[in-house]
């Protein structure tokens, strides 16, 4: 059974940074590509950023230059490090495979709130 625990998240004012963890069971972790992905209240799940088997990384527009994704698979773990985190960034975030045509089962998420 895939099971996938994020943590991290937390309050922080703006411009302030925050690194998430997301550690994976049940699966072979290095040969999946993964990534973290966001919801805000009332907006439908967006996918932030994408590390692949080979370490290359993907990110969406808005994150570009703040965000920075890894992963060690030894840990079975892969990291989102925020920095000049910004209101607009405030949201539940996950991780999952990246932009799959399956996904594992989501899990609980952690709460990311950018706020003065």
Not at 24 to 44: C, D, E, M, V
Not at 58 to 65: E, F, H, I, L, P
Not at 74 to 85: A, D, E, I, P
């Amino acid at each position: 059974q895939v099971q996938l625990v994020e943590s991290g998240g937390g309050l922080v004012q703006p411009g302030g940074s925050l690194r998430l963890s997301c550690t994976a069971s049940g699966i072979i972790f290095s040969t999946h590509n993964l990534g973290w992905y966001r919801q805000a209240p009332g907006k439908q799940r967006e996918a932030v950023a994408g590390i692949t088997t080979s370490s290359n990384t993907n990110y969406t527009d808005s994150v570009k230059g703040r965000f920075t994704i890894s992963r060690d698979n030894t840990k079975n773990t892969v990291y989102l490090q925020m920095n000049s985190l910004k209101p607009e960034d405030t949201a539940v975030y996950y991780c999952n495979r990246w932009r799959a045509g399956r996904y594992f089962q989501w899990g609980q998420g952690t709460q990311v709130t950018v706020s003065s």
